[in-house]
């Protein structure tokens, strides 16, 4: 595996999703954001956990060829612990498993003894005691405002109480946590989920549908460090 920082923990990121970058040129689409962006947000769905198909370690490994970004992997899928060692030898950094699926601390000991960041994920309906147990043995916590599937959906914003409450936890804890928020970021949302405590921001339709992706990705940085 291809050792990638994820850079110091709290501090703003932008992770575009290449979901809805043109799958016909994902290199040229990671290449295009690089320069305004800080991690590689990978969107893994196996047409079960969600009902949408996408991508899998190969082209993973295809990306890795063009970026030195960390590879954040969201993995929207029911039997995660059959691929991440495929992810992690793909050359994915982190990996992102969903609370939902179940087995959740069997999973975390299988990412922390494959060497990935550890990535915890909620959707918009599941509540904070799902995931709290977790938070000390987390390196991300990914608090979904949109339901998983599909890009370019609205931002929930009442999601940004389980925010709140999640930023609080860290900080009283004083863990080593990054605070994700994946679903509907935009330049106006990005403010509202920065004020909320996220720090890592995934942004699919607001970079890649923008008719000049690294502009947007410079907009969304903008914001949301003006909004701390
Ligand atoms: C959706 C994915 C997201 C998606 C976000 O299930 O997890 O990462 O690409 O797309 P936008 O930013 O367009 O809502
Ligand atoms: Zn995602």
Known sequence: MKEVASGPVGQVRIAPSILSADFGSLATGVELVDA????????????HFVPNITIGPPVVKSLRRYSDKFFDCHLMISQPDRYLEAFRDAGANGCTVHVEVGGTS????????LGLHVGL???PDTPFSAVEPYLADLDLLLLMTAFPGFGGQAFMGEVMDKVRLARERIDEGHLALNLE????????TIG?????????????NAIFARPDPLAAAATLREAALLSA
């Open 181 to 188: 928020v994946d679903g509907g970021i935009d330049p106006d």
């Open 36 to 47: 305004q962006t800080d991690w590689l947000h990978v969107d893994v769905m196996d047409g």
């Open 106 to 113: 069997e999973l975390i000991a299988q990412m922390r003894s």
């Open 192 to 204: 509202v989920a920065r004020k909320a405590g996220a720090n890592v921001f995934v942004a699919g």
């Open 121 to 123: 994920a909620a959707n």
